[in-house]
């Protein structure tokens, strides 16, 4: 093993402040082929990402650009969101998610993250163990929970930064390698194309509820008030750029639904209701119970009784799983997720591990195991 070098073994310059070095660093970004690319951003106060650096690296050079000095990143767009040069990143949906207000959808791609998947590491392997494993690099670990959005940066918060592309290109490199030998570099493609689609980094309001967790086993009632509640949350969270957190938490969430209160009294009782959500939302929130079309009062919960028959299902189906993964040498959780081979036996047609590389892979066997 050995250290990260230091910025000053290649061309760099940071950080970018002005438009005129903005336009030079986007002339020489046009010449390249390949582009490794990074953000930090903050969003612990907001819905929205706030980006507040991003860091780019190519053949023979790299930089940080801030765009708190440079609110206008025009001058990259087309050479971010478009042929010829692939944009590499590790873990990129919420890197994606910060640079499209900004610059637009980035694109081609390739995701370090996924690459490594499909070539047998852990299917949420993080970079810097990524980079010690294929490149036999200890990166520094100080500046993880630094606060991006103060200035000025220190040159060790810049270095860190930088740390986060220099190494993505030769990532790409042995990864890919990997997977030609494997013969899985279709798979990539597959999985690369799906990240491509911009609506599939906002999160539907009508779909919000799926991430509240602790809300199952629910009766007819509870579930549309849940489904009600999430797409509320959402839709007001969007609305005013708070953390869904700060609207209304999980577990207030999990109160309502479960205790089904119908009077602003109802609602002060439930343990951690702040008074103000009750003055600035008490009403909507009550009009989503009355809507929900619960009995009073509501039905106590059933404890769902085990399925013996689907349970052996899925361990059926969880053993097809795991003995295809050990064969190909991968982590489970690449072909199929619980989740998914729960959608097998209740929405066949909605099950990803019926699609796409995944199908011929494992899906005709788990099939065949139903």
Not at 101 to 128: H, K, N
């Amino acid at each position: 093993m050995h250290n990260a070098p230091h910025c000053t073994d290649r061309r760099t310059v940071h950080p970018v402040t002005t438009p005129a070095a903005l336009g030079a660093i986007a002339g020489e970004l046009a010449t390249q082929r390949a582009i490794a690319l990074d953000t930090e951003f903050m969003r612990e106060r907001t819905y929205h990402p706030q980006l507040c650096l991003l860091q780019l690296a190519w053949a023979d050079g790299a930089t940080c650009i801030d765009p708190l000095a440079l609110p206008d990143l025009a001058p990259l767009r087309t050479v971010l969101t478009g042929a010829p040069a692939v944009k590499v990143l590790h873990a990129s949906r919420q890197d994606l998610e910060a640079l499209l207000p900004a610059i637009g959808m980035v694109r081609p791609l390739f995701d370090t993250q996924i690459a490594a998947a499909l070539a047998g590491e852990s299917a949420q392997i993080g970079y810097a163990e990524l980079v010690r494993r294929v490149l036999g690099i200890e990166l520094a670990k100080a500046h993880t929970r630094a606060d991006w959005s103060r200035r000025p940066l220190s040159a060790e918060q810049l270095e860190y930064a930088l740390d986060d592309v220099r190494h993505l290109l030769p990532l790409q490199a042995a990864l890919e390698a990997r997977l030609a030998a494997l013969g899985r570099l279709d798979w990539l493609a597959e999985e690369l194309a799906g990240l491509e689609d911009p609506a599939a980094l906002a999160v539907d309001p009508e779909q919000a509820w799926r991430r509240i967790k602790g809300c199952g086993g629910l009766d007819p009632g509870r579930e549309r008030l849940l489904r009600a509640l999430g797409a509320w949350r959402e839709r007001r969270a969007i609305e005013r750029n708070l953390p869904r957190g700060w609207i209304l938490e999980d577990g207030l969430v999990r109160e309502i639904v479960l205790r089904v209160p119908r009077s602003r009294a109802a609602l002060a009782a439930l343990p951690g209701m702040p008074a103000g959500l009750i003055e600035r939302g008490g009403a909507q929130l009550l009009a989503l119970v009355q809507a929900a079309e619960i009995p009073d009062p509501a039905p106590a919960l059933a404890r769902p009784r085990p399925d013996a028959h689907r349970s052996a299902q899925l361990k059926r189906l969880t053993e097809v799983l795991r003995g295809t993964a050990s064969e190909l040498g991968l982590s489970p959780e690449v072909l199929a997720t619980r989740r998914d081979l729960e959608q097998l036996l209740d929405r066949r047609d909605e099950c990803p591990a019926l699609r796409g590389w995944r199908r011929a892979a494992v899906g005709e066997r788990l099939l065949a195991a139903v």
